[in-house]
């Protein structure tokens, strides 16, 4: 496991993500959870 020193307005915002995506799948979500659904939207984006 490794440690990331953010913002605290990044941290608010991850949270947010975080909160939307458990809202949408209706299950718990980790803030990793929230980087990973992030990355991947990003990676996708570089394909097109």
């Given at each position: 496991?490794?440690?990331?020193?953010?913002?605290?307005?990044?941290?608010?915002?991850?949270?947010?993500?975080?909160?939307?995506?458990?809202?949408?799948?209706?299950?718990?979500?980790?803030?990793?959870?929230?980087?990973?659904f992030?990355?991947?939207?990003?990676?996708?984006?570089?394909?097109?």
């Open positions: 496991m490794k440690s990331v020193k953010i913002s605290e307005e990044t941290h608010r915002r991850l949270l947010k993500v975080t909160g939307l995506l458990q809202a949408k799948e209706g299950k718990r979500k980790t803030v990793e959870d929230a980087i990973t992030l990355l991947d939207r990003y990676e996708k984006s570089e394909e097109s």
